[in-house]
Every structure is written in C-alpha cells, then in structure tokens.
C-alpha cells in the first residue's frame, strides 16, 4: 500500500494538467473569442528556436558536415555508391547482372521525353485508327484462310546428313520477304528510327570538310554523328584504308519526332521542282529511303540561322533512312504519305 501511495503522488505531481502548456490550451479553447488569459501565460514561455530566422540561421553557420563525418564512428559502405554497370553482358547465370535501362546508373539510361511532338500525337489520335480502317479486310461468318504451301524446301536424297540439316531456301536464290500479317489494333505499322547518313568526298584531301558536316548534322538532328572509316584502299578515287570519310546519325523517339516534322514541314516544301520520294525505293522490309542535295541542306532552320558558321562549300548532301514497324514497302508508303511525304514514278513493292 506505501508504494501504491507513492507511486499516485509522483503521477498526481507530474501530471500534464498541471504545466503551463494545458493551462494555455484550456484558456485558448474555452475563450476563443477572449483569450486574453491564454496570450499572457504564452507569452511568458519561451519562444522555440525554429521560430527565429536569427537562431535558425545561425545555425545553419555553425553546421559542419565534414566536420559531423569525421566524429561518425562507423562509415558508410563504399560499395552502394560506387556501383558501375558491366560493359557487356555474359548471360543470365552471370553473378554481376546490367541494371535496367530506367535505372539511371545503367549505360543504356536516356532521360526523357521532355516533350510531346505534334507528329507523334497527330499519330496517337488520328493517323493510328485512320490507317487500321484503311486496311480493314472484311470477311463473312465461315471464311477460312487458304492454306499457303511451304517457304522453304526439305533436303531429298539418301544421304543421312540430309536428317537435322535447317531446310533448304527458295529456288532460285531469291530471298525470303517478311510475311505480312493481317493489320490490327495490336501492329499498326509505326515509324521506329531514322537514319542520317554522309560521304563527304572532300575529307579524301581535307579532313576540315568532315568537321564540317559533323557540326551540320549534330545541329539538325541533335544527336552527336558517328564517323565511319573505310575498310580497304581504293586507288582510283584516293581512298587509303582507315581513312574516316563518312558519318551517321541514328534518331528513335523524341528525336526523331521533331527531325521528321522539320524536314516535312519545312524543308521539303522549300526545295523547287522537287516531285517527292521515288516510288521504286525501299528494301521490301518496311525501311525507305530519300536523299537531298548539299543546296538542299541548307534550307534546314539550324543552318539557315547561322549561315556564316558553315562553309557552303564543305556542305555534303545527306541519305536519309526511315524505318518503319511494317514488314513491305506498301504499308510503309502508306504510313509516310499520312505524314506527308509525296511519292512520284512507279510504285514498286
């Protein structure tokens, strides 16, 4: 009983109602129109120091962050921080595994978009379900497809190595095309890349001219080009082996957006008596392909604004490839001229 007694006055003497911050709250709370009781005792207490800019600024000069890392008695492993992605990758079963490409200390990390292209929308909203209308094929309750014979052909013959040996192509050498399955909302054909690429003759004597075009294309694409050198001498045009004589610039996603409604948009419709694409381009995979002329590559809005920084005539033309999702030059042609690019000549697939 003499502790239970003892123990009810320490809490009785401790008790919260008692200080002066439950006094305050009480007058506040019941006085809420006339708290003049309330704002005396809060005045009294002392004011905290988050409340000041002067302590809280000081502070902050007192602060000593190296200071605080030398009195730390345990460190922090060096490892988390200074993790490095492998540069190639040995399989699944490899203990060091790539990060994935969102991570941003992978090597394959590209930050963005930053942006939403007019083209890439205007293909989201209008081009997408327009062409899948386009290529709808109707067929009644019932139909079934015709059976397609074989692409490739068997091995014939006794030999026993003709067993597990792969099947033999097509007669004649001809290569296989893609097959091309029936258009759905699941593969509308959509643009995947582009290609920019040069050969600057002038770099054979002068290697200024490929600095040049470097300037050129990193300014109307913005991405940095990549030099290429050449394989093998050539006498008969100068050429020696290893000798760096072209470039190239590979654009995908936003990008690539902008570069095709630039060179849609504005360039083309510059250039006089330019008839369009010729309908017999294309690698019957779905990629075709346009060229423009040094006079041209002026015409694009990054040079014409700093004309003066470009030597006309270090200027080379430039071969553009786009790549497209669709598996022959038909639906491709199709996807660009809902772009805007106009084809001429005989359509060739």
Not at 233 to 255: D, P, Y
Request: proline share 8%.
């Amino acid at each position: 009983m003499a502790l239970q007694d003892v123990t009810c006055a320490f809490l009785k003497r401790c008790s919260v109602r008692n200080g002066h911050y439950h006094r305050v709250w009480t007058a506040q709370c019941r006085h809420a129109s006339n708290n003049v009781e309330g704002r005396q005792e809060s005045q009294e207490l002392e004011s905290p120091g988050f409340s000041s800019g002067e302590d809280a600024g000081q502070g902050v000069g007192r602060f000593d962050p190296a200071a605080v890392a030398r009195k730390r008695g345990r460190k922090l492993p060096p490892s988390r921080y200074q993790f490095r992605s492998p540069r190639y990758y040995r399989g699944p079963l490899h203990p060091h595994q790539p990060l994935p490409p969102s991570d941003p200390a992978s090597r394959e990390f590209e930050a963005g978009p930053f942006s939403l292209p007019r083209l890439e929308q205007t293909y989201h909203d209008t081009f997408a379900s327009d062409y899948m209308v386009m290529a709808y094929q109707h067929h009644p309750p019932g139909y079934v497809a015709p059976q397609k014979g074989a692409r490739l052909r068997p091995w014939t013959g006794d030999s026993p190595y003709y067993k597990n040996r792969p099947l033999r192509g097509p007669r004649g050498g001809d290569v296989l095309k893609l097959l091309r399955k029936p258009i759905t909302f699941r593969n509308i054909p959509q643009l995947s890349g582009v290609t920019v690429h040069t050969m600057v003759k002038g770099a054979i004597d002068d290697s200024a001219h490929l600095h040049v075009m470097g300037m050129v294309l990193q300014a109307i694409t913005g991405v940095r080009a990549e030099s290429h050198s050449a394989k093998r001498s050539v006498a008969g045009f100068g050429i020696r082996a290893g000798q760096h004589l072209s470039l190239t610039c590979k654009l995908e996603g936003e990008t690539m957006y902008h570069f095709l409604s630039k060179l849609v948009d504005v360039v083309l419709p510059k250039i006089k008596d330019w008839q369009g694409v010729k309908g017999s381009t294309g690698d019957s995979s779905g990629h075709l392909a346009l060229g423009l002329q040094p006079k041209d590559v002026v015409l694009f809005p990054e040079v014409e604004v700093n004309y003066d920084m470009y030597p006309p005539k270090m200027i080379a033309g430039l071969h553009i490839v786009i790549h497209t999702s669709a598996t022959n030059d038909s639906d491709a042609r199709v996807l660009l001229q809902q772009i805007g690019l106009p084809f001429h000549g005989k359509l060739i697939d």
